[in-house]
């Protein structure tokens, strides 16, 4: 049974190419079966071997999106602070959908980086984590309005649920089926994400809820194609 906590890998030194890596799965089942690890520590591997850094330790934590009181992450700031590491994680949004809790992490005064935006400086993750939050309740307040709908229609919640759910999956394929061909052609012209968010909104081309993209609307639809094997 897998289990989370730190996994040491190499000698504490002060070193400022030194990383302490964060991993974050959301459910206990996705810890036990790997799903969801080897994708983030590849991230992060990829990162570090760009950029010749050394990976010192690393922390994996098991528990929702939601939870802003993790033991495992304050136990990596913590070997941060007395290692003079940076942390490093693999994905913006498996931080937090929270502002404010991106904002504490960057007032505890260590140094942190993503691997899926290694040229975003502290700045301009605080906006990445505003537009997640926005995007994040936007999308609840959605559902919620669908299933009151249901309700008052009187549908059973819990089987609608879950067609709203497999429909929306459904669209954001879709969508991520038919918009991952132009990012990919984007990209290979040595376009950044940023720079693909504003190319695709000069072009008038609605993002997934029908409004402006943003880089991290794009790295989404761009990883989504990517699942689907594009």
Known sequence: M???????????????????????????????SGLGLSAQRESVERFLSSTGGVLVSQY???ESGKKNDRQQLQAAI???REQKATLIIAKLDRLARNVHFISGLIESGIKFCAADMPSADRF??????????EEARRISQRTKDALAAAKRRGVQLGKTGKLLAEQKKKDADSFAHVTGPTIKRLKDAGLSIRKISDRLNSHEI????GGKWHPITVQRTWSRYLRLGG
């Open 2 to 32: 897998y289990t989370d906590g730190p996994t040491f890998l190499g000698a504490q030194m002060e070193n400022p190419n030194n990383f302490i890596s964060y991993i974050r799965v959301s459910t206990g089942r996705q810890g036990e």
């Open 60 to 62: 994996i934590e098991i």
């Open 78 to 80: 913590s070997a941060c």
């Open 124 to 133: 301009m993750l605080h906006v990445y984590a505003a537009v997640a939050e």
């Open 206 to 209: 609605p993002s997934p809820s």
